[in-house]
């Protein structure tokens, strides 16, 4: 394996690393801060990736579908949540179900803005070296990563956090229909996908993508 497919591999999997963990933390720093240290006592407010790993999710899954050659698809193990720590418990799950997408938004302006700065040092006298292209590719997963996270965690199909957004936003009656479903949530997103579905999301990524970059 050359150094350029090496980094090439390094420069995928920081961003996604890092939009992976971030995003988990962000629910559990702001479930802490109104009440519930359930992810803090269990050590999950930590950027260390392994203790975000989902066997399936992470592992077999993405692997399954790189090896497949489809759309690369997963999720990390979510942060525990306990509402019954939560003063207002429909208030707190709003805010903490919109942490995640909303630490996805941070990290595209801050990739971005980091491409600004990074394109605004290099001479384009001369051809791009592997130092560039290196944080190029970083900087373009960055941005499409976390834009695509949050594009699809904010669909409202439970467990997805729009979907728990949406659950604190109806009254009780249909919230308990909400909680019906959600067993089946991941199905119905999986089937979503498989139908191509959610391909308009992931286009429309490309497209802000190529023109922010």
Same mark, same amino acid.
């Given at each position: 394996?050359?150094?350029?497919? *090496?980094?090439? *591999?390094?420069?995928?999997?920081?961003?996604?690393? =890092?939009?992976?963990?971030?995003?988990?933390?962000?629910?559990?720093?702001?479930?802490?801060?109104?009440?519930?240290?359930?992810?803090?006592?269990?050590? $999950?407010?930590?950027?260390?990736?392994?203790?975000?790993? !989902?066997?399936?999710?992470? &592992? &077999?899954? +993405?692997?399954?579908?790189?090896?497949?050659?489809?759309?690369?698809? #997963?999720?990390?193990? +979510?942060?525990? &949540?306990?509402?019954?720590?939560? %003063?207002?418990?429909? $208030?707190?799950?709003?805010?903490?179900?919109?942490?995640?997408?909303?630490?996805?938004?941070?990290? /595209?302006?801050?990739?971005?803005?980091?491409?600004?700065?990074?394109?605004?040092?290099?001479?384009?006298?001369?051809?791009?070296?592997?130092? !560039?292209? =290196?944080? =190029?590719?970083?900087?373009?997963? #960055?941005?499409?990563?976390?834009?695509? %996270?949050?594009?699809?965690?904010?669909?409202?199909?439970?467990?997805?956090?729009?979907? $728990?957004? =949406?659950?604190?936003?109806?009254?009780?009656?249909?919230? $308990?229909?909400?909680?019906?479903?959600?067993?089946?949530?991941?199905?119905?997103?999986?089937?979503?996908?498989?139908?191509?579905?959610?391909?308009? *999301?992931?286009?429309?990524?490309?497209?802000? /993508?190529?023109?922010?970059?």
């Amino acid at each position: 394996m050359s150094i350029e497919v *090496i980094l090439q *591999i390094i420069a995928i999997i920081i961003p996604l690393v =890092f939009a992976i963990t971030v995003h988990e933390v962000a629910h559990g720093y702001v479930a802490k801060g109104f009440g519930d240290s359930t992810a803090y006592r269990q050590g $999950r407010l930590t950027l260390n990736p392994i203790a975000h790993i !989902d066997p399936v999710g992470t &592992i &077999i899954l +993405p692997a399954l579908l790189v090896y497949l050659g489809g759309l690369v698809f #997963g999720w990390a193990k +979510p942060v525990p &949540i306990n509402p019954n720590n939560f %003063l207002r418990p429909r $208030r707190a799950m709003f805010f903490v179900a919109l942490a995640g997408p909303l630490s996805n938004l941070f990290m /595209t302006l801050l990739w971005s803005l980091l491409w600004l700065l990074f394109s605004l040092m290099i001479s384009t006298s001369s051809a791009p070296s592997v130092l !560039d292209q =290196f944080i =190029f590719l970083m900087c373009q997963t #960055g941005i499409f990563i976390n834009l695509v %996270l949050m594009i699809f965690n904010l669909l409202p199909i439970p467990p997805l956090d729009g979907g $728990r957004v =949406f659950r604190s936003l109806v009254n009780e009656k249909y919230g $308990r229909l909400i909680d019906t479903i959600e067993p089946f949530g991941i199905f119905i997103v999986l089937g979503l996908l498989f139908f191509g579905l959610l391909q308009p *999301i992931f286009k429309m990524v490309q497209y802000i /993508t190529s023109v922010l970059m």
